[in-house]
Antibody
């Protein structure tokens, strides 16, 4: 079955750009009616949807993050990526990638998550 | 502040039932049947437990059930077991602009 795996630096300096990649295995990122998402969770807090990209490349972002977020897809590698610019300590969180199924409205599966700390 | 309101905590003894509420608005929970519930154990990724208000994915015990009335969705866990102790998050589709909103999470404790 489809599995997702996040990768990227665990430490980012304030004001710099956070960059993460999610690799999809067990299936093609281009098949099916899916959106590919980034979701984050600060320690001890709830889930926050960051943004999504469709298989055709169209994107939607959380209104509060829209000015700083870019999500892109590399279909040749079955990967999609997140860039979050001008980071601050408030961006420190566990970052998850997840697949959204349009037919049933679910995030499933999820990656295991990767912790990103913003600190100098 | 989360878009959907959940109680921060809930508890029950083994074998008992517990219900967790998730309150939104007519723009999310009340407007769509795309309400899902996720279980998250410490240090783990969320796991889908309920989708489309009351459907269970394959492999999820039938002790877990969901419902919705107006702008409030609910997750009921019957016959509580120790392994049910976890955080539970609701989510709802909220239209093409806002896409999806989450609840703040409920920590379920099995006494």
């Amino acid at each position: 079955q489809v599995q997702l795996q996040e990768s990227g630096p665990g430490l980012v300096k304030p004001s710099q750009t956070l960059s993460l990649t999610c690799t999809v295995s067990g299936g093609s990122i281009s098949s099916g009616s899916y959106y590919w998402n980034w979701i984050r969770q600060p320690a001890g807090k709830g889930l926050e949807w960051i943004g999504r990209i469709s298989t055709s490349g169209s994107t939607n972002y959380h209104p509060s993050l829209k000015s700083r977020v870019t999500i892109s897809v590399d279909r040749t590698k079955d990967q999609f990526s997140l860039k979050l610019s001008s980071v601050t300590a408030a961006d420190t969180a566990m970052y998850f990638c997840a697949r959204w199924s349009t037919g049933v409205g679910t995030f499933d599966p999820w990656g295991q998550g990767t912790l990103v700390t913003v600190s100098s | 502040q989360s878009a959907l309101t959940q109680p921060p905590s809930a508890s029950g003894s083994p074998g008992q039932s517990v219900t967790i509420s998730c309150t939104g608005t007519s723009s999310d929970v009340g407007g769509y049947n795309y309400v899902s519930w996720y279980q998250q154990h410490p240090g783990k990724a969320p796991k889908l437990m309920i989708y489309e208000v009351n459907k269970r994915p394959s492999g999820v015990p039938d002790r877990f059930s969901g419902s919705k009335s107006g702008n409030t969705a609910s997750l009921t866990v019957s016959g509580l077991q120790a392994e049910d102790e976890a955080d539970y998050y609701c989510s709802s589709y909220a239209g093409s602009n806002n896409f999806v909103v989450f609840g703040g999470g409920t920590k379920l404790t099995v006494l």
